[in-house]
């Protein structure tokens, strides 16, 4: 199965650009912000291609509300993780982006999961979903993965500790079924993994696929990089798949996924460009740069087009040895602070093309 996969780069660029030209008007129309932003910029016209697009830094939806619906078509209000004190992004969800979210995710983790829904073990708390209008990045996460599964399981009690006693019984009752596990990279370390490992527990995850993404920051200062990770959490806990993915709060649609050969993939909905830290002139495959993000399911939200905090490679495309076609990529990290701040000095007050 190769879609949302099966188109090459040049079949993709033709049909996404258009539909991004179209957002860029559309949110011209609906947000005054973004309208006033574009225009003190200079790029109020259409792209040619995916990187004359206009982009946003991804730092403005810390420092602005930005929308274009009116306040009583909200549904759903999605907040980016930060840390106490930290500004966190707002991104305002109408039904129409909502719904277009969750069919995408589904779409996007078909060729990996299958159209049937399998028995699944959230590595996480309940309590991350307390609050149904908003939602954390964490919440967002659980909630759009939970529709691939059933039978749910939370194996974190609220205070961050293992429910060992629960996860070895749910483990026991489906023990000859394909099991899906889905957590953030960090937290499966540190409140799963490294407890199994410290209390010394049997616990195998069996036949099961693991969905993680998010918080490598905090590993790579433990020195653990996704090949450490991946045959840690095999040899420690039996989990034989896994898949990382990419995605942001500030951006609803841009999941990319590993594939068999561990490397991250655009879809046919979304796109990444690599520029240049400093000029941010685009960059050729296999540079490392800053990572711009495009998709066009952002409706409610000027978000199609996104300047990232992050670093990234394009490896190659349409030539993955899976078959996937379009971009495959990896993503090295967050950009350094020093730099970061440099960046945001060159968008005070505009935008970019």
């Known amino acids: 199965m190769m879609v949302p996969y099966h ?6 660029e033709q049909q996404l650009l258009a539909k991004l030209n179209e957002l860029t008007t559309g ?17 109020i016209q259409e792209a040619i291609s995916l990187e004359g697009v206009p982009f946003l830094p991804v730092q403005l939806f810390k420092l602005m509300d930005l929308k274009s619906i009116p306040q009583e078509n909200v549904v759903k209000v999605l907040t980016s993780s930060g840390t106490t004190g930290q500004q966190v992004s707002k991104i305002y969800l ?41 939602f954390s990045a964490r919440g967002a996460g659980i909630l759009g993965f939970s529709n691939f599964g059933r039978k749910h399981f939370y194996a974190l009690n609220d205070d961050m500790t293992l ?12 023990e000859d079924q394909r099991i899906l596990l889905f957590g953030f990279t960090f937290m499966i370390w ?4 490294k407890e199994v490992k410290d209390k010394k527990l049997n616990i195998n995850f069996g036949d099961s696929v693991l969905i993680h993404g998010g918080g490598w920051k905090k590993l790579k200062d433990e020195a653990v990089d996704a090949l450490t990770f991946n045959r840690i959490l095999r040899e420690q806990l039996g989990i034989q798949e896994v898949h990382n993915y990419y995605g942001m709060v500030e951006q609803v649609g841009s999941i990319f996924v590993e594939c068999s050969e561990g490397q991250l993939h655009a879809p046919s909905y979304a796109d990444i460009i690599i520029r240049d830290p400093i000029t941010f002139e685009v960059l050729p495959v ?42 495959y990529f990896s993503v090295a990290g967050r950009i350094p602070k020093a730099e970061l701040r440099g960046c945001s000095d060159t968008f005070q007050g505009g935008v970019r093309s």
């Open 27 to 43: 949110h011209i129309e609906s947000c005054a912000e973004y309208k006033a932003m574009l225009e003190k910029s200079g790029v």
């Open 286 to 327: 296999g540079e490392q740069g800053l990572i711009q993000v495009v998709s066009e399911l952002p409706k409610s939200y000027p978000g199609h087009s996104l300047l990232t905090e992050d670093l990234g490679t394009i490896h190659g495309i349409d030539d993955c040895p899976c078959g996937w076609k379009g971009k």
């Open 94 to 134: 109408d039904k129409e982006t909502s719904v277009a979210q969750t069919k995408t995710l589904v779409e996007v983790m078909k060729p990996i999961l299958g159209g049937k829904r399998l028995p699944m073990i959230i590595l996480d708390t309940k309590s991350v979903l307390k609050d149904r209008k908003s």
């Open 163 to 174: 429910d060992i006693k629960g996860l070895q019984a749910y483990l026991k009752e489906y």
């Open 190 to 193: 540190r409140y799963v993994y």
């Open 7 to 12: 188109l090459t780069q040049g079949q993709k």
